[in-house]
């Protein structure tokens, strides 16, 4: 536990939040798969003295002085992305991962031009295009689906037949919300023929991939690569653009995220990115990796077992999506809300051709990369599942509900929130 000596001293409102966030998160069972725990040592660089320093441009050019020790961090940072990911440039710069998105937009398109991205309601993220954000105002997107919902495959016809007809700049891999691997060669394939770049946003699987876990779309001869560092990466919050072996497009990256995009970097983050990288580069990451996609299968058999309809059939990796609503008559808001009484955190989630609303909707999104942090297994997962059903499917039964809130509680402690991995 943190003791955050000063700011108990000088503004006890931020002391009151932070305390209650400690403790939230050290006794409720975080689900959400987007979210994890990051070491002391990342934090310890996430609250340096780094974050007083101005460092607009790059490693050795740079427009102001005094950048001995950011020119340092940030190379190590960019040198540990490109041994992590296996290719040859990296910008450690991007604020979070949708700037890292918008960024390689404008890297690699001019406005008015095609993205393909994968449809939102099959698992795209907003920054794909959603009509509500603005950069669905700048550029042109475009749509491929799943072929098939029950086993999640993509439908790669009708992806080069929008291909062809669109002409896209840029075809996108990448989802918030989407539980199976990828065939990257068929995306690369296609965008060969049509001209495109081949793009994968890694935002929630970057950690499978660093932990060799999940297939890395460099491999297939992916162009470039965006991520976040705060999911599965387990860094601090942040964005990341890779890019496999083209100079000219990782000047042009460059050039998109400062300064066309972003200001001074925050340096702080940089120096918890290279911390985290090195986390990620050590052997243990890789058990971390594994355990996370074991701790995902656990879960997904008591689901399947009990009936309930998982989005593509199941999970390859760290999330699943189940229609609750569809199997259980239990809305994903009313699962979401029953859940969290008894301290399980998860997000309500629309699925693929969903019937309800947005604020509303039929699914439930849930994942394994914190409880795997805290050290939980197999058997932790299994009876976290069954007791997520058990609750769903009597959802007012108040004694019920008190004794799983209690068994949550006790499993928590059990777990604590480790403060280092290597
Ligand atoms: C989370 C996510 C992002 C955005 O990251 P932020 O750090 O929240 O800005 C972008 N793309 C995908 C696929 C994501 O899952």
């Known amino acids: 536990m943190n003791t955050y000596a000063y700011i108990e001293k000088q503004d006890q409102e931020v ?11 050290a006794s409720g069972l975080e689900l959400i798969p987007s979210e994890n725990y990051v070491s002391k040592a990342v934090r310890e660089a996430n609250g340096s003295v780094l974050t007083n320093k101005y460092a607009e441009g790059y490693p050795g050019r740079r427009y102001y002085g005094g950048q001995d020790y950011t020119d340092a961090v940030e190379q190590l940072a960019i040198d540990r992305a490109c041994k992590l990911f296996n290719c040859k440039y990296a910008n450690v710069q991007p604020h979070s991962g949708a700037p890292a998105n918008v960024a390689m937009y404008f890297a690699l398109m001019e406005p008015g031009d095609t993205v393909l991205g994968m449809d939102l309601s099959h698992g795209g993220h907003l920054t794909h295009g959603h009509p509500t954000t603005s950069i669905n105002k700048v550029f042109n997107f475009v749509r491929y689906k799943m072929k098939d919902v029950a086993t999640g495959e993509i439908d790669y016809d009708e992806l080069r037949q929008v291909a062809l007809e669109h002409k896209p700049k840029i075809i996108l891999a990448g989802f ?27 935002a929630h699987i970057a950690g499978l991939i660093a932990g060799g876990v999940a297939k ?6 992916f162009d470039v690569i965006t991520s976040t560092t705060h999911k599965t990466l387990r860094g601090p919050r942040g964005g990341l653009i890779l890019v496999r072996e083209d100079k000219e497009i990782a000047q042009k990256i460059n050039k998109a995220v400062f300064p066309g995009l972003q200001g001074g970097p925050h340096m702080n983050t940089i120096a918890a990115k290279a911390v985290a990288f090195g986390e990620a580069l050590h052997p243990s990451f890789r058990e971390y990796g594994k355990q996370i996609l074991k701790n995902a ?41 029953v859940l969290d009484e008894i301290g399980i955190t998860l997000n309500k989630n629309m699925i693929a051709d969903e019937t309800r609303t947005a604020m509303d909707p039929s699914g439930i999104r849930f994942g394994t990369p914190a409880l795997t942090t805290r050290g939980m297994k197999e058997d932790e997962a299994t009876r976290i599942a069954e007791i997520m059903i058990s609750v769903l499917k009597d959802k007012g039964n108040q004694q ?3 004794g799983y809130k209690a068994e949550i509680e006790a499993l928590c402690a059990a777990f604590p929130v480790p403060e280092s991995f290597v």
């Open 15 to 25: 002391f009151d939040a932070l305390q209650g966030e400690e403790s939230r998160e």
């Open 216 to 221: 890395n779309p460099f491999d297939y001869g």
């Open 297 to 337: 299968k656990a879960m997904e058999k008591v689901f399947l077992d009990a009936n309930v309809r998982l989005l593509g059939g199941g999970t390859d990796n760290h999330l699943l999506l189940a229609d609750v609503y569809g199997s259980l008559g239990v809305t994903g808001q009313e699962a979401e809300d």
């Open 400 to 402: 019920l509900k008190e």
């Open 176 to 202: 918030s919300a989407y539980s199976r691997e990828l065939e990257y060669q068929k995306f690369v394939d296609i965008a060969r023929e049509v001209g495109a770049y081949a793009v994968a946003d890694m």
